[in-house]
């Protein structure tokens, strides 16, 4: 955020709830994330701004193939799996709680932050050499 101008430490916060999309193993909050980072360079105060709404719809498109060829999915269930070797449903209750701190759940998920911050600063700064994306 900070290389890019982009957001402040009030957005760290408001991101708290991403991780699984609230919890319910849908959209990985590095995807949420990344998308929201992509807005923020790429969009408009104006929603009438087509050829900005144009851009920032190109930009998340190019993000999600690029993330989903990178980890496999874009959903939470998938990349826990495949980072974990099991999804802890985060209503399991303190056993699936347990469970997810003891394989480094918080550790290993920061692969997919990772990932995403990576693919939305390429995508930002590909932008910075042409004229559109």
Do not use: W
């Not at 699984?20 to 929603?47: E, K, Q």
């Not at 209503?91 to 911050?117: D, L, P, Q, S």
């Amino acid at each position: 955020m900070e290389e890019f101008g982009l957001g402040s430490y009030e957005m760290v916060k408001a991101l708290s709830p991403f991780p699984g999309l609230g919890g319910t193993g849908r959209t990985c909050g590095a995807v949420s994330g990344g998308l929201l980072a992509l807005g923020l360079y790429f969009g408009s105060d104006d929603l009438l701004n087509h050829d900005s709404n144009r851009v920032c719809g190109t930009a998340a498109r190019v993000f999600m193939e690029r993330f989903e060829a990178t980890l496999g999915s874009v959903d939470c269930k998938d990349i826990q799996t495949l980072l974990l070797g099991r999804y802890f449903d985060s209503k399991g209750g303190k056993e699936n709680a347990e469970a997810f701190v003891k394989a480094k759940g918080f550790e290993k998920c920061t692969v997919a932050a990772g990932v995403g911050a990576r693919l939305a600063a390429e995508i930002i700064i590909e932008s910075m050499g042409r004229s559109s994306l």
